[in-house]
């Protein structure tokens, strides 16, 4: 067991103390994330566009994934590895479990899946099974083609309604962690006070019980040259990535980041 588990996080949302999240791809970064004190390391199906060069996550297979999850696992030794379900990879009940499974055997000890109410019934067998689950809610990439772009979700108010009650749905299901990505900050602090289990945010204002960044955006890397607009540079002002990393965890856990400037209003 590393010494950040799902209890730790509970804690620390019952104490306000903001949880720090960051995406991680290999053994290295996962090293320099726990000398940096960041708490969850995310596998995340981003590794499609930010180490692939895809212009979308739906390319990765969970046989990827799976090669960098053990990677993380080899130069982890205190968070908490948290895995992307990829794209189809839940495209039936039976295949969510094997799938799941193969993470977990990976070194992961939670697994991510994007969606809304419909993920009730897998995060239910999932929890019932061992696997603890973190849903991922708002601006799901793995649904683009259908948002028709990564564009911020929950901005009208039946949107936010359903959002609210799909929230409180997934956790009576038995999910252990909520992810919020491009929601507008006032429904995102909503659903964080609705909920007592951890939420975490990108691009979800700075009252999530925590927040995450893609590990090459924080650090200033981008293949486009156009970044979200929830994204900051932690190497301005830094001398090393080592530096940045403790930057980002220093300002998370002060709460200076996010600013206003890089959320998103209803
Ligand atoms: N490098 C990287 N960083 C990410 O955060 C990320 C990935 N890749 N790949 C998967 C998804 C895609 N993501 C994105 C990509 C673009 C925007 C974006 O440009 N959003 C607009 C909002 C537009 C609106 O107002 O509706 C922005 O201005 O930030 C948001 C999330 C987040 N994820
Ligand atoms: C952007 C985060 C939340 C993610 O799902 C990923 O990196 O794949
Ligand atoms: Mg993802």
Redesign the pocket.
């Known amino acids: 067991m590393p010494a950040i588990t799902l209890t730790t996080l509970q804690g620390l949302k019952q104490k306000g103390e903001k949880i720090t999240m960051l995406t991680c791809y290999d053994a290295t970064f996962a090293h320099a994330c726990n000398q940096a004190g960041v708490e969850v390391l995310l596998v995340g199906d981003?590794l499609g566009?930010?180490l692939q060069g895809h212009d979308s996550?739906l390319p990765v297979t969970t046989a990827e994934m799976a090669y960098h999850v053990a990677a993380v696992k080899r130069g982890n030794t205190d968070a908490l590895i948290l895995a992307d379900l990829p794209f189809m990879a839940n495209a039936t009940l039976e295949q969510t479990m094997v799938n799941s499974a193969t993470l977990m055997q990976a070194g992961a000890h939670m697994i991510k899946v994007e969606g809304a109410l419909w993920l009730a019934e897998s995060i239910r067998l999932l929890a019932e099974r061992g696997i603890p689950v973190c849903a991922h809610m708002g601006?799901t990439?793995q649904a683009v083609n259908i948002l028709g772009g990564?564009?911020?979700q929950g901005r009208n108010e039946n949107q936010a309604r359903q959002m609210r009650a799909d929230a409180i749905a997934l956790e009576q299901a038995g999910a252990a962690m909520l992810l919020l990505?491009?929601v507008p900050s006032e429904l995102a602090q909503e659903i964080t006070q609705a909920v007592s289990i951890p939420v975490i945010g990108?691009?979800a204002g700075n009252a999530t019980d925590g927040q995450v960044?893609?590990l090459?955006?924080m650090l200033g890397l981008?293949i486009t040259g156009?970044v979200?607009?929830?994204?900051k540079n932690f190497m301005n002002g830094q001398t090393s990535i080592q530096a940045a990393l403790t930057a980002y965890v220093t300002e998370v856990k002060a709460a200076t980041f996010p600013g206003i400037e890089h959320g998103?209003s209803a």
Do not use: A, N, Q, W
């Open positions: 981003s566009m930010v996550t601006l990439p990564y564009k911020v990505e491009c990108i691009g960044l893609v090459h955006d981008s156009r979200p607009k929830f994204v998103f």
